[in-house]
């Protein structure tokens, strides 16, 4: 299952309707999590297994892992102030 796959089945099964991502997600999106909020849930990522190879210096991939991650909704956000 795809991480996209992975998170829409989590959200469905919380029963939320409304927009979520990541902590750096929201704030690529130029919005910050407001203060105290807790992610309104979690799930787990695939995330690549990258090595730097002390030979090349070139980066390997071995593999991936799974790694929970916190998701917030856009009503837990807010714009961030210039």
């Given amino acids: 299952m795809t991480n996209y796959a992975t998170i829409q089945t989590v959200q469905a099964m919380n029963g939320i309707?409304?927009?979520?991502h990541t902590y750096q997600h929201w704030r690529a999106l130029g919005r910050q999590v407001k203060r105290g909020e807790k992610a309104r849930?979690?799930?787990?990522?695939?995330k690549p297994n990258v090595k730097?190879?002390?030979?090349?210096?070139?980066?390997e991939r071995h593999g991936?892992?799974?790694?929970?991650?916190?998701?917030?909704?856009?009503?837990?956000?807010?714009?961030i102030k210039a």
């Fill in 64 to 79: 991936f892992f799974a790694k929970n991650s916190a998701f917030f909704a856009r009503s837990q956000t807010e714009p």
């Fill in 17 to 20: 309707t409304e927009e979520c």
């Fill in 41 to 46: 849930f979690m799930a787990p990522m695939w």
């Fill in 52 to 59: 730097n190879n002390k030979e090349t210096g070139e980066q």
